[in-house]
């Protein structure tokens, strides 16, 4: 294989990757919706047991769990943002419905850009989905006999 055709591959490649990631910024920045089966008390205790340990700190914000990634890259860029490193802001809101269910409202909320492409997506957007997978067994009528128990 010829120099050129290397580049050219390499040049393919890199112009997925940017369109892939890109992409997947646009799918974080997006709302996702769960309506569950169970109170709003309770649906913010599920959401706010997926975000454990020391990589995930409180933030500021007008939902009412709103959670800040530690992400370090770099360690001069990460000091310099709010010494809480360059991960997304995951914001969760919970409404009762006049069904009696709950309206779980769930998005990246704030992130850091660089050249107008955001940092962490993919946390962002596996973060989002945990929430939801967690609701949504949570409000499965198996995991209400297990609680039962």
């Known amino acids: 294989m010829s120099f050129g055709t290397i580049m050219v591959l390499a040049l393919i490649v890199i112009i997925g990757w940017l369109c ?7 799918r974080a920045r997006q709302s996702e919706e769960v309506v569950v089966a169970l109170t ?4 913010l ?7 454990p340990g020391l ?7 007008s939902a009412h769990l709103n959670k800040k990634a530690r992400v370090l890259i770099g360690s001069a860029t990460s000091q310099s943002r709010d010494a ?7 914001s969760v ?14 998005w990246m909320s704030a992130w850091i850009t660089q ?14 989905k945990k929430i939801i997978r967690a609701l949504m067994a949570a ?3 198996s995991a209400e006999s297990r609680s039962a128990q």
């Not at 892939?20 to 646009?26: K, N, R, S, T």
């Not at 205790?45 to 975000?51: E, G, H, N």
């Open 20 to 26: 892939w990631y890109l992409w997947l910024a646009g």
């Open 40 to 43: 709003p008390e309770r649906a």
């Open 45 to 51: 205790d599920v959401a706010s047991l997926q975000f």
């Open 55 to 61: 990589r995930w700190k409180e933030a500021s914000g």
């Open 84 to 90: 809480g490193g360059l991960g997304p802001t995951i």
């Open 93 to 106: 809101i919970v409404e009762p419905t006049e069904t009696g269910s709950t309206l779980v409202g769930v």
């Open 115 to 128: 050249l107008g492409i955001p940092y962490a997506v993919g946390l962002a957007q596996r973060q989002k």
């Open 139 to 141: 409000d499965s009528p």
